[in-house]
Each structure stands twice: as C-alpha cells, then as structure tokens.
C-alpha cells in the first residue's frame, strides 16, 4: 500500500527494518512489481518524447 501510495522502495525498507531494498523487493516483489512497472511505463513515454540524441535534463 505504501508503494502503490508513492513512497519510495528505500524508504519502505527503512520503516521494515531492512538495512537495504534488496530483502523488501524480494519479500514485496509481488506488491511493488504493478508500481514499478508503471513507472517503467511512465519513463518510456517520457524518453519516446525527447528527440533523437536529445536529453530532457
């Protein structure tokens, strides 16, 4: 719930206690995968956007 509600994978491994993401993705993995590939989805529409050899930074 807090990943799908925006918080951050760090900051959800630090409220479990986890001393890195690694053990919360692998534990929630099944909960965060529908968030991260929405922002995977996101970042894809974003770059589709920029022209070729174009940064958006």
């Known amino acids: 719930m807090l ?3 925006g ?3 760090e900051d ?6 986890h001393s890195g993401t ?7 993995r099944h909960q965060l995968r529908p968030v991260l590939l929405s922002g995977a989805v996101a970042m894809d529409r974003i ?3 920029a022209p070729e050899g ?3 930074s």
């Not at 959800?12 to 206690?17: E, F, P, R, S």
């Not at 690694?22 to 929630?28: A, D, I, N, R």
């Open 7 to 9: 918080v951050t994978l």
């Open 47 to 49: 770059f589709a956007l």
């Open 22 to 28: 690694t053990v919360t993705e692998k534990v929630y």
């Open 54 to 56: 174009q940064s958006l």
């Open 12 to 17: 959800i491994a630090d409220l479990c206690g």
């Open 3 to 5: 990943s799908s509600s």
